[in-house]
């Protein structure tokens, strides 16, 4: 295990009727709030209203920014940052999943400089600071209501990047699962791949003597697996929805994965195909982390097999390590499918004729990667492999 510093301040406010604390959350801020939203899961699920109502319960001067659309657009943090400087916003509450939080935690960003906000995400600028955040989530997947990670497309330039950094935690989140029965099908497939990716770039690594880190990864797994599963037959079970909302903040709230070195590499290969392609990010980890991991398996054959055994329970019986190993692939592959994710770029509608310009932009700060240091032609080759 390496050495390493474990920091988490975002209080979670978890459970039926959570909303119910929105107003002792906003006692803790100015008057002037900014509601981000994308319009979609919040309005259907009547989420929306029930907080405008707690804020004006609570006097709160509103305003609201709708319509962020998924892989989040520059251009809706840039009017955000204008209407917080404009009206001297005090407190930012998202309302959605993962892209309007993370659209809002760049407009918290941008609206506490004076710098343009993309020098921070073109890896020129480091976060120091950024306006008080508060989430509502909607959709289980992406972990950001308590992480201080976000990302964002500039759209004209098909460039996806993200930034990191302790002033981008959300104060407080809350989770209600009754507010993501309306998820559709698609999007709860998505969600679940998302969380699922999460926990494998942070448990496929070379650090070695990390036993209980581990053990949390599999957990998760296993749990992700057992509950998505009964979501693709039933998606309106309020158990499972808590169990499967739980599991996607627990796989990137920064504690699985801590003491070990990450890999990352399917998720910045990604942020290139769904920013030329405008896919949902978790459909292209679907495609892409089976063939990551026949890419590179080969780098750590005994932890590919403690994944194979332990999370998708492979039995030995006269196999190979090879054969146990590939096998655990495939299971991963069959379980993205058996939810509702495509499992080729050619499902997806994608072809060959930006693989190469996809796998330049992959590595534009360098090698991507810590299980196998992947350069150009790496992911050219994996980009290759994910088209049938």
């Keep these: 295990m390496i050495n390493f510093e474990f920091y988490n301040p975002t209080r979670i406010i978890f459970g039926k009727d959570a909303i119910l604390k929105l107003g002792r959350e906003l006692s803790r801020y100015g008057n002037k709030v900014l509601v981000i939203t994308g319009g979609g ?41 204008k209407m917080c400087k404009t009206r001297q916003v ?109 926990v494998f770039e942070q448990y496929f690594s070379h650090t070695t003597d ?35 909302l739980w599991c996607g903040t627990m796989a990137l709230n920064e504690l699985v994965g801590m003491g070990k070195k990450q890999d990352w590499a399917t998720h910045i290969i990604e942020h290139e195909l769904s920013a030329e392609y405008d896919i949902a990010h978790g459909a292209g980890l679907a495609i892409l982390s089976p063939n990551w991991m026949a890419y590179v398996y080969k780098e750590n054959k005994a932890l590919f097999r403690q994944f194979a055994e332990r999370v998708w329970d492979i039995q030995g019986n006269g196999k190979s390590e090879e054969e146990i190993i590939l096998e655990g692939i495939r299971k991963t592959r069959e379980f993205f499918v058996s939810i509702g994710a495509p499992a080729t770029l050619e499902d997806a509608g994608i072809d060959e004729s930006k693989i190469s310009l996809m796998a330049a932009r992959a590595v534009r700060f360098g090698p991507v990667g810590s299980m196998k240091k992947l350069g150009k032609e790496d992911v050219e080759t994996i980009l290759r492999n994910a088209l049938v």
């Design 41 to 81: 899961s919040a309005k259907r699920s009547g989420l929306l209203d029930h907080a405008l109502r707690i804020l004006k319960e609570n006097n709160k001067q509103v305003w609201i920014l709708d319509g962020i659309k998924p892989n989040p657009r520059l251009d809706s943090v840039y009017e955000g940052i």
């Design 90 to 198: 005090e407190l930012i509450l998202a309302i959605g999943g993962g892209s309007v939080i993370d659209a809002a935690k760049a407009i918290a960003v941008g609206a506490a400089t004076q710098h343009d906000i993309w020098d921070f995400y073109l890896r020129k600028l480091s976060v120091t600071k950024a306006l008080p955040l508060g989430c509502m989530l909607t959709l289980a997947a992406t972990g950001t209501e308590m992480n201080g990670n976000s990302v964002v497309t500039k759209w004209e330039t098909r460039e996806k990047n993200f930034i990191s950094g302790s002033a981008l935690f959300p104060k407080f989140s809350i989770l209600d699962p009754t507010y993501t029965l309306t998820v559709p099908r698609d999007q709860t497939a998505n969600g679940c791949v998302d969380m699922m990716v999460h």
């Design 210 to 244: 990390t036993p209980l880190q581990d053990r949390l990864c599999e957990g998760l797994m296993k749990t992700i697996i057992e509950n998505a599963l009964i979501l693709a037959a039933d998606p309106q079970d309020y158990t499972v929805r808590a169990n499967i």
